[in-house]
């Protein structure tokens, strides 16, 4: 196998669960965030540093890499964890969501997807075996099907459609892996199959049930963050998290503020991605134990405390909030990396404190305590689930 994954503990008063995923470049710990590595690298940090922080698994983007560098390139370095110098479990997705943002610049069929490349508007056809070719030849750990994303709102006829579809590329995927040679460290990548359907609880219901019928080693819950309003987006992941299996990995895309962490860790998710904590840090926005702080602002141009008091990262323990505002007024590139860093590790450390109260039974109390703290972050209708 692949991967394997043991649920160690679920707790009574919320679906909140710890777990341990086994790949074959080690072990996730779950609840685990995945930081984004788009294209082979999250933006201005190295390997090093992100292992510092305690990062275990990183995401790549199968699109991005397929335009740049290729996978000729990627494939004669050894596979993507020697060409970027990663050691640990890699994820790639599918690229399905990046394509389909290219608004009039691409054609779906049922065979696939005909699209322009955002970089020099040649013309490129994938469909799910060669996406799914590619990520095996890539030798991630954790590969995504290749699926449909519409953007919000969601028409019922439309969406159907496209969930169908989905689907039915998910099954090409699958049949794809199966016949492929390539493996990685004799075991072939482990193929997550990715829920669709909008915001239509039927069919996400479909969806789901023909998927799990299909057996994938698991499942991503996709096509949410698009547009829709926050309430909506948490009403549709409340109803679909129960159609995941209880004993396989369940992984969110592309949804990540620390509140929704919380929150959709206590509905009983396991893995996360999202770009905030990055691009946020790379624009001068901290993620602490207080709320969001926008090191930009004039209040903080004499302020030599730490960008977070509660924080123990390298930031946090060496330089100031008036330090840091005075690199972002510079321009120095070291603004950027340092509070990407302190975000990072406030997202690793979120994740950590997690699995510790669920393993004590007290997840529940952790919850309502970072909620109140966050409290005019929270945006949620269900923070109380």
């Known amino acids: 196998m692949a991967i394997s994954f043991q649920v160690s503990k679920t707790l009574k008063d919320t ?35 992100l292992k510092d922080i305690g990062v275990q698994i990183i995401l790549g983007n199968t699109y991005h890499l397929y335009l740049r560098p290729g996978e000729d390139l990627i494939k004669s370095a050894g596979g993507l964890h020697q060409f970027m110098h990663w050691d640990r479990p890699i994820l790639t997705d ?19 997807i005909k ?14 075996e060669r996406v799914t070719q590619l990520q095996i030849e890539m030798k991630a750990d954790i590969i995504m099907t290749l699926d449909e994303c519409i953007p919000y709102p969601f028409e019922y006829k439309q969406t159907k459609k496209s969930m169908e579809r989905t689907n039915r590329w998910a099954e090409r995927c699958k049949k794809t892996i199966q016949n492929s040679k390539f493996k990685i460290q004799n075991s072939k990548p482990a193929l997550f199959a990715i829920i669709q359907g ?5 069919l996400r219901k479909e969806a789901a049930k023909k998927l799990v019928e299909l057996d994938f080693p698991g499942y991503a819950l996709g096509g949410l963050s698009v547009g829709e309003p926050k309430e909506i ?27 929704d962490l919380v929150l959709a860790v206590g ?31 004039a209040e903080y141009s004499k302020d030599f405390t730490p960008l977070d008091p509660e924080c123990s990262c390298y930031t946090c323990k060496n330089y100031s909030r008036a330090y840091l505002r005075h690199l972002f007024k510079a321009e120095e590139i070291l603004a950027q990396r340092l509070v990407s860093l302190h975000n990072l590790y406030f997202y690793n450390k979120l994740m950590e ?7 004590e039974g007290s997840f529940n109390q952790f919850k309502k305590d970072f909620l109140r703290k966050w409290e005019n972050q929270r945006r949620s209708p269900n923070a109380e689930l």
């Open 233 to 259: 987006m948490w009403e549709v992941i409340s109803y679909t998290t129960p159609l995941m299996p209880e004993n396989k990995p369940r992984y969110l895309m592309g949804t990540g503020t620390p509140v």
């Open 198 to 202: 909008g915001t239509h609880q039927a």
């Open 94 to 112: 599918s690229g399905g969501y990046q394509i389909f943002s290219l608004e009039g610049l691409n054609k779906v069929s049922e065979e696939g």
């Open 15 to 49: 679906q909140a669960r710890v777990g341990r995923l086994q790949t074959p470049h080690g072990v996730i710990r779950t609840p685990a965030f995945i930081p984004v590595g788009t294209q082979a690298t999250v933006k201005t940090l190295t390997p090093e540093e």
């Open 115 to 128: 699209f322009q490349s955002h970089l020099d508007g040649s013309t490129h056809f994938l469909t799910p």
């Open 353 to 359: 404190d997690m699995r510790k109260r669920i393993k």
């Open 267 to 297: 509905l009983g998710l396991d893995m996360f991605d999202c770009i905030l904590p990055t691009r946020l840090g790379r624009a001068g926005t901290a993620f602490t134990s207080q709320g969001k702080v926008v090191i930009k602002n």
